[in-house]
Nanobody, 120 residues
């Protein structure tokens, strides 16, 4: 599966953005999907994950209650709605897919990143 993330940009603190990850392939609905981020000087970290059916979701403590992951299997797309953004959310965001291990990974396929910058 190939992944293409988009939707990043510059936003003020307290604002919102929605990231989109478009996937190729006819078996998208069988993959768990996740979002990760990497801030400058930091390691890549898990942000959110969703099972292939959408029935299970997981979030890091730092984004729980502010971010929402969702998917549309008919459109081969996964979303990350980000609300109440904070400057510490500034990072390159990556979408990822895996088949077999579940939404907590490990993940096998990665898209290119999209930059989110939150100004104070």
């Amino acid at each position: 599966v190939q992944l293409q993330a988009s939707g990043g940009g510059l936003v003020q603190a307290g604002g919102s953005l929605r990231l989109t990850c478009a996937a190729s392939g006819r078996t998208f609905s069988s993959y768990a999907m996740g979002w990760f981020r990497q801030a400058p000087g930091n390691e890549r970290e898990f942000v959110a994950g969703m099972s292939w059916s959408g029935g299970s979701t997981y979030y890091s403590d730092s984004v729980k209650g502010r971010f929402t992951i969702s998917r549309d299997n008919a459109k081969n797309t996964v979303y990350l709605q980000m609300n109440s953004l904070k400057p510490e959310d500034t990072a390159v965001y990556y979408c990822a897919a895996e088949k077999g291990a579940g939404p907590l990974g490990p993940y096998d396929y990665w898209g290119q990143g999209t930059l989110v910058t939150v100004s104070s």
